[in-house]
Structure formats: C-alpha cells, structure tokens
C-alpha cells in the first residue's frame, strides 16, 4: 500500500504556471504507476496525467497535453505536475494517486488517492 501527500497548490494569474509535488510513502513505490486527476466544483473527477513505473510512458489528456507536464522521481519517492500557460478552466482541486499492478494509463486503475491541493487560476 502507498500513502500519497500533494502540496504546491495555489491561486496564480492567468498564463502563470504552478509545480505540484506528491510524496509517496511505501517501499514499493518504484512499482506504481502514478498520475493526476482534477475535480471542479459540480463536476466529476477527471483523468489528466498518467506515468508508467518508469518514466517511459506518459498519457495526457487533450486539456492539458503541450502545458502540462508529469515527471517523477523514484529516489525521492515524489511525482510532479508542471503546469504551464494555465487557463481559469484548469482551476480544480488536483489529486495525486497511484496505480498497483502495473497499471498507469487508465483511471480505473487507480487505487491510492492522496487529500487534494486546490488550484485556482484568476482570469
């Protein structure tokens, strides 16, 4: 089981940009894929970003694809999200989860969820 912590949300401008961080607790955390969802207010939770266990594969969701970016750090147990050129549509509270069995690529496949950090982008 992994235990997953998001921080570096935040309000910033319009075209500004924001990195999120997701600590993981876990010795196995090498072996989950991870990936990042977004709730708005009234809407359902959505599938943006996901990264296989290495690294080597990513998927984007056409919202994001070209401003977003997902990387991750296997030693620091830490994903992140680079957002850039953000839009007041991408305001959200974004979750960091992680993804057992070797899954990454599907929202189904996630299982761990972390507490959410709240992004807000004032137009």
């Known amino acids: 089981q992994v235990q997953l912590v998001e921080s570096g949300g935040g309000l910033v401008q319009a075209g500004g940009s924001l990195r999120l961080c997701c600590a993981a607790?876990?010795?196995?955390?090498?072996?989950?894929?991870l990936g990042w969802f977004r709730q708005a207010p009234g809407k359902e939770r959505d599938f943006i970003i996901g990264?296989?266990?290495?690294?080597?594969?990513?998927y984007y969701a056409d919202s994001v694809k070209g401003r977003f970016t997902i990387s991750r750090d296997n030693a620091k147990n830490t994903v992140y999200l680079q957002m850039n050129s953000l839009k007041p549509e991408d305001t959200a509270v974004y979750y960091c989860a992680a993804a057992p069995f070797g899954g990454w690529s599907r929202k189904y496949e996630y299982k761990y969820w972390g507490q959410g950090t709240q992004v807000t982008v004032s137009s």
């Open positions: 607790s876990g010795r196995t955390f090498s072996s989950y894929g």
């Open positions: 990264i296989n266990w290495s690294g080597g594969s990513t």
